[in-house]
């Protein structure tokens, strides 16, 4: 799934090329990609036809076009799923088989394409969310650690003392926002914690730390277009981003850790991976044996 890097890339490049544009006609080719949306595709259609896109907003891993006068709804949130793509495209173009939402601009069309449709796009109204606006889809979202008005103190206050292992905390999205298995994987190894440590084991200058190392390899991620493993994660312009290169230990099983040189380690974790050194990152007594490897 694309994380916070990549959703900001991919809205960055959405804001300069729609924003002060009007939606003359939009397709939704796929039901799936309507179906949180109750009165489903045709209202979908309607609820964004003829909506002035005033900005393109993001906050954790959701992102949304917000509109100004000409409809009466506010926002169009958008969410990516495990595969979904926002490609900018000239009308008329061919049409990508995995094709399954569109957006006409003019002089421009939006594409969402989605291999695993899982992504969705839900038209939403503005509230008002700990003083900023959102649309009513992101309200139970935290704020996330490129957000201006992001207080890492206050995630450490939720952090410090729960029984929850760490990485479960890092990855909730009600706690801190944009941070998914790959960057929770590189931000663990910069602290030198294993992610099935308890939070309530971890200091509050500890928790600091975590918290400090994954707003900076997410930002060091953002400067190189984010991470691609494959052809599932591009930007609007259809182009990957290579920070890939650059990881330390996540899709780096066997291979020596960076820093002690000990070979990467693969744990199952949620149904995915999880990447640690050994010899950085004790294992806690606590967490029981090994699990079984997810993939």
């Given amino acids: 799934m694309p994380e916070l890097p990549e959703v900001e890339v991919v809205r960055r490049g959405l804001d300069e090329h729609v924003r002060g544009r009007t939606v003359a006609r ?43 006068d000409g409809s009466g709804t506010d926002a169009l949130v958008v969410h990516l799923g495990m595969s979904g793509q926002m490609l900018v495209r000239t009308p008329g173009g061919e049409r990508h088989r995995h094709l399954r939402a569109l957006l006409d601009l003019g002089e421009s069309e939006v594409h969402f394409v989605d291999q695993r449709t899982f992504g969705w796009w839900l038209p939403s109204q503005l509230i008002e969310v700990d003083g900023t606006f959102v649309p009513e889809a992101v309200a139970h979202i ?29 990855l909730d999205q009600t706690v801190i926002a944009g941070v998914g298995n790959i960057y ?34 997410m930002g060091e991620a953002l400067a190189q277009g984010g991470t691609s493993f494959d052809a599932l ?15 330390a230990v996540y899709g780096r099983e066997d ?33 029981g044996p090994l699990p079984r490897r997810g993939r």
């Avoid at 109750?38 to 954790?60: E, I, K, N, Q, W």
């Avoid at 663990?188 to 994954?214: D, F, T, Y």
Wanted: overall charge positive.
């Fill in 233 to 247: 994660y591009v930007d609007v312009d259809g182009d990957p981003g290579y920070f890939s290169r650059a990881l």
């Fill in 142 to 170: 935290a704020r996330d650690p490129l957000d201006a008005r992001f207080d890492p103190d206050r995630v450490v206050a939720r952090m410090y003392g729960r029984p929850s292992e760490i990485k479960r905390l890092l």
């Fill in 255 to 287: 291979e020596p850790c960076p820093r002690c040189g000990a070979p990467i380690r693969r744990e199952g974790f949620m149904n995915r991976s999880s990447y640690s050194c050994p010899r950085c990152q004790s294992r806690p007594r606590s967490a």
């Fill in 26 to 68: 939009a397709e939704v080719l796929s039901p799936r990609a309507a179906r949180r949306y109750v009165p489903g595709p045709a209202g979908l259609v309607a609820a964004v036809t003829g909506a002035h896109v005033t900005a393109v907003s993001r906050r954790g891993k959701y992102l949304w076009l917000q509109f100004g």
């Fill in 184 to 217: 929770a994987d590189e931000a663990l190894w910069r602290v030198g914690v294993h992610g099935a440590r308890p939070a309530a084991q971890l200091s509050r200058p500890k928790l600091r730390a975590l918290i400090e190392a994954a707003t900076a390899v």
